[in-house]
């Protein structure tokens, strides 16, 4: 389980102070850093990100050469994804809501989050939290275990609830 991190538009000093602060606060998780500067940075980095990566967060902090269209690679791989921008940028604000609306009319997982400081890792922290709580979700079981009566029981009480027996089979497809 990884998370990758995409800087857009952040300088390398900038990126490197948050890589750093990242690997302090979260010293026992696994994070894959990349810099994108334009479209086709943004579509090489999408098509190498790691087939174990639970989440993905993008940090949008100026206008990478190109325009628009730098986010739209990343947010189609449909990674959980949470797309970080900053308030006082206008141009990344409106690219921000331009590819935020669309994957989230497209029902891809992204969230979005507009902040006035938005790369303090205090911030940031709960961002990656959720996300390693995503890769700890996708790698966990759930077991039901229940008796004949007791489905039964649930069919007759609950008719619209699920049915415990035929559940193995429905996630599994």
């Known amino acids: 389980m990884s998370i990758s991190v995409i800087f857009i538009g952040i300088s390398e000093s900038d990126a490197n102070s948050i890589e750093r602060n990242i690997r302090a606060a979260f010293p026992n998780a696994t994070f894959n850093y990349f810099t994108v500067s334009d479209v086709n940075e943004a579509s090489d980095?999408?098509?190498?990100?790691?087939?174990?990566?639970?989440?993905?967060?993008?940090?949008?902090?100026?206008?990478?050469?190109?325009?628009?269209?730098?986010?739209?690679?990343?947010?189609?791989?449909?990674?959980?994804?949470?797309?970080?921008?900053?308030?006082?940028?206008?141009?990344?604000?409106?690219?921000?809501?331009m590819e935020y609306s669309r994957a989230a009319k497209a029902n891809l997982p992204v969230l979005g989050v507009l902040a006035k400081d938005p790369f303090n890792i205090d911030s940031l922290s709960k961002y990656i939290r959720m996300l390693i709580a995503v890769g700890r979700l996708r790698e966990s079981r759930i077991v039901a275990v229940i008796g004949a009566e007791e489905n039964w029981l649930f069919l007759r009480w609950f008719p619209l609830s699920i049915d415990f027996y035929s559940l193995r089979p429905y996630l599994q497809s």
């Open 45 to 97: 980095v999408a098509s190498r990100l790691p087939g174990d990566t639970s989440g993905v967060l993008v940090l949008l902090g100026g206008v990478p050469r190109g325009g628009a269209g730098t986010l739209r690679p990343i947010l189609s791989k449909g990674y959980p994804t949470v797309l970080i921008a900053d308030t006082y940028a206008y141009v990344v604000s409106a690219e921000f809501l």
